[in-house]
């Protein structure tokens, strides 16, 4: 069974510029959740999408964007991308409503100069 | 508001040493899932157990353990005759009821380094 698919794994944006990355679930998998790792400020909980809905939401800027598509994949994108916005950004999918067991892609770093 | 501490930010053992990462939360959930996570340097998070708040058994899976308290709100994890392997950073996570499905509350992480 294929994991949590994320591409792309790495990119340099300049601040200013957009960027979109996308993340494919470990099939059957209709949960898709997104997170920020930054050394200051760790994990952070972005966006959840459930069968196309925008389910849960973390506390960041509108700038930070996501959706999620009829084969639930998904996509973040984030648009005037700051300095800050360098991170690693990790998906990840779970099966089965309330399994909450998570399951993690490699991720994509992000570097914004 | 829930919130989880690793006070732990660093660990360095030699092998074969025991050693127990610590997690302590906060939340005012009655129901809620405490979760350990490790990350090797390829970034990736492993799943390495749940736990649900009803549930306080200890739980032993190999050289692995972990201890629920929830009269002290901890949750703590250790490894038995730590390997070189097992050097990763971990991560404790709690989740609130199922609906919250997708989102986790992450501690600051414990790096664990063993050395030969």
């Known amino acids: 069974k294929a994991g949590v698919t994320q591409t792309p794994r790495y990119l340099i944006k300049t601040r200013g510029q957009q960027v979109t990355l996308s993340c494919s679930p470990i099939s059957g998998h209709r949960s898709v959740s997104w997170y920020q790792q930054t050394p200051g400020q760790g994990l952070q909980f972005l966006f959840e999408?459930?069968?196309?809905?925008?389910?849960n939401k973390g506390n960041f800027p509108g700038r930070f964007s996501g959706r999620q598509f009829s084969n639930s994949r998904s996509e973040m994108n984030v648009s005037t991308l700051e300095l800050g916005d360098s991170a690693l950004y990790l998906c990840?999918?779970?099966?089965?409503?309330?399994?909450?067991?998570?399951?993690f892609g490699a991720g994509s770093r992000l570097t914004v100069l | 508001a829930q919130k989880v501490t690793q006070a732990q930010t660093e660990i360095s053992v030699v092998e074969k040493e025991d050693v127990t990462l610590d997690c302590v939360y906060e939340t005012r959930d009655t129901t809620y899932y405490l979760f350990w996570y490790k990350q090797p340097p390829s970034g990736e998070l492993v799943f390495l157990i749940r736990r649900n708040s009803f549930d306080e058994q200890n739980e032993i899976s190999g050289r692995y353990s972990w201890n629920f308290q929830k009269s002290t709100s901890s949750f703590n994890f250790t490894i038995t005759a730590s390997q070189v392997v097992d050097s990763a950073v971990y991560f404790c996570a709690l989740s609130g009821s199922y609906n919250q499905g997708g989102k986790l509350i992450f501690g600051q992480g414990t790096e664990l380094s063993v050395k030969p």
């Open positions: 999408y459930f069968s196309e809905t925008q389910r």
């Open positions: 990840a999918s779970q099966g089965g409503r309330g399994a909450n067991v998570l399951t």
